[in-house]
């Protein structure tokens, strides 16, 4: 019974282990002519109105293994991929999330869009060339693992009520929404570093950002833009200054907002490269918070 509720005949083939077919291969559907030929195709014609979470796995299944949908199963795929509206967003996030963890998931998504998955899951959700080159150059930057990125990138074309009301679709975690939810503004921000700005004001704009967003977004922009927010990435958002708030104290700073301020006005010298070692530091902070100039620190 277990073989009749299988998505694609592929994998509804078993092992017979007793009776005179012990070792003798199962397989009621056709499962090893259709392994031989490349195709995947469904059990049965309800197939995909019975679990359409099948949409996404033939999707799914056809770049992993180089295979291509039966002609009957893509034309019954088509007329049934509505019902991806009845599926859960837990399971819809599960699926997409196992094709986020494939090699190239750019051409999963590229399928779905062709066959209104992408808009049957959520009327915004939408899948061009070139969100799939921007996937394609999150791999190339490296980094941390490309998938939080790509989720980002799905809601890169999005306003911030279509970001959040596709977060809210796909019951995406706390960390996952904030990262879906910055799109709109990292790609706000695009535009203010497609021209060269001091290395304080890149990190002004972006360390409000989930890192994801950013990610996505050095993926996504061309030329300056990703340059710079790769350098944020990488180098300046770990920038601080040599003194901290024990340092100043001792320098004599009285304890209050000021020495915050201090602290502050000091990363963005470092940043910019006004700075260049402790000393030039203490000199900073004792004019900025009126201490003896002369002191050795």
Same mark, same amino acid.
């Given at each position: ?6 998505? #694609?005949?592929?994998?509804? /083939? ?14 009621? #559907?056709?499962?090893? %002519? ?8 469904? !059990?049965?014609?309800?197939? #995909?109105?019975?679990?359409?979470? *099948?949409?996404?796995?033939? @999707? ?10 039966? *002609?009957?199963?893509? =034309? ?37 869009? =062709?066959?209104? %998955? ?5 009327? +915004? ?9 921007? #996937? ?14 790509? =989720?980002?990138?799905? @809601? &890169? ?6 970001? @959040? ?5 796909? +019951? ?8 879906? $939810?910055? @799109?709109?503004? +990292? $790609? ?6 497609? *021209? ?18 950013? &990610? ?17 990435? $990488? ?12 340092? !100043? !104290?001792? /320098?004599? %700073? ?24 402790? $000393?030039?530091?203490?000199? /900073?902070?004792?004019?900025? !918070? ?8």
């Amino acid at each position: 019974d277990d073989l009749f509720r299988r998505d #694609f005949t592929v994998n509804a /083939m078993a092992l017979a282990l007793t009776g005179s077919q012990a070792s003798d291969i199962v397989d009621p #559907f056709g499962g090893r %002519a259709d392994l031989k030929a490349g195709l995947l195709r469904i !059990l049965h014609e309800g197939s #995909f109105r019975d679990d359409a979470t *099948r949409v996404l796995r033939g @999707a799914r299944y056809e770049s992993r293994l180089g295979f291509r949908l039966e *002609r009957r199963t893509l =034309r019954w795929l088509r007329r049934d991929v509505g019902y991806l509206q009845t599926i859960s967003g837990p399971r819809i996030r599960e699926e997409l999330a196992r094709a986020l963890r494939e090699p190239q998931p750019e051409g999963i998504l590229l399928r779905l869009q =062709r066959v209104g %998955a992408l808009a049957a899951i959520h009327p +915004a959700l939408s899948f061009d060339s070139r969100r799939a080159r921007a #996937f394609a150059g999150r791999r190339e930057v490296g980094g941390e693992p490309p998938a939080p990125a790509c =989720r980002a990138l799905l @809601a &890169w074309g999005l306003s911030p009520a279509e970001a @959040a009301g596709l977060a809210a679709r796909l +019951a995406l975690t706390k960390r996952e929404t904030e990262a879906v $939810r910055a @799109a709109p503004e +990292a $790609r706000a921000v695009e535009r203010e570093l497609s *021209r060269e700005v001091k290395p304080s004001w890149a990190v002004e704009l972006l360390s409000p950002l989930p890192v994801a967003a950013v &990610w996505a977004l050095a993926a996504s922009a061309p030329g300056q833009a990703r340059q710079q927010a790769l350098r944020y990435l $990488r180098r300046w958002r770990y920038v601080k200054p040599s003194l901290d708030g024990r340092a !100043l !104290l001792a /320098m004599g %700073a009285r304890e209050g907002p000021g020495l915050g301020q201090a602290l502050r006005r000091l990363r963005v010298a470092k940043l910019d490269g006004e700075v260049r070692s402790r $000393r030039d530091e203490e000199r /900073m902070a004792s004019a900025l !918070l009126g201490l003896d100039a002369d002191r050795d620190g």
